[in-house]
Structure formats: structure tokens, C-alpha cells
């Protein structure tokens, strides 16, 4: 797509940040389902939806990627947009832990060697 407005090195630079995060938090899931979760306390019952959260995060990381190196805002406008909606709405149950318990899908309680 020719013809749109091209990307200056401090916004190329902007949206060049959220690629190595997206990168690591792709492929940990995707590669490996069964280890990750129990590592920061969920209890990762389901390796498909993890696989396909990993792979879609870094699709995320790829697409971006593309979208920086093109340098034009029209493809790159499609990634940005829903990235801050995401952003917007993850704040705010962030803000409040007691959103995520076990109850709701959040981190798992520890549990005692038996």
C-alpha cells in the first residue's frame, strides 16, 4: 500500500518497543504450555488456549514488525488501535487484584505438598 503517511524515526521507534515483549510473551506460552503457567501461579489446566494466546502474541510481535519496517501509518494503524483498546481495558483490572482470583480465572492459590 503506496501513497500513505510514511513513519518518522521517533514514532518507527515508538511502536518498535512493544515487539521484544510481545516476542517473549508469544513464545513462552507457545513453546512451552505446560511449564509457564505454574511458574508465575496459574494453574495452566489448558495448553490449547495458551498455545494459541502464544501464537497470537507473536503474530502481534511479527505483524508490528512488518508494519515498522514498511514504515507507512495505513498498515500499522490496524495493530495500534486495538493495542490501546487492549491497554485501556487491562488497566483497570489490573488496578484491582481482587478481580483476579481463582474464582474468576486468576492465579491459582498455592497449594501444599501432601
Known sequence: MAGGPRLNGWERFLLFLPIPGAVAFGLGPFLSPATLPHSVGFAGDDQFVLRLAGGGTFAFAI???????????????????PAGVWMLVRGPLLARPQ??????????APTKPS
Request: glycine share 14%.
Open 63 to 81: 505483524s508490528l514488525g512488518l508494519a515498522v519496517m514498511q514504515g507507512e501509518w495505513l498498515p500499522a494503524r490496524f495493530l495500534v488501535f
Open 99 to 108: 478481580a483476579l482470583t481463582p474464582a474468576t480465572g486468576g492465579p491459582a
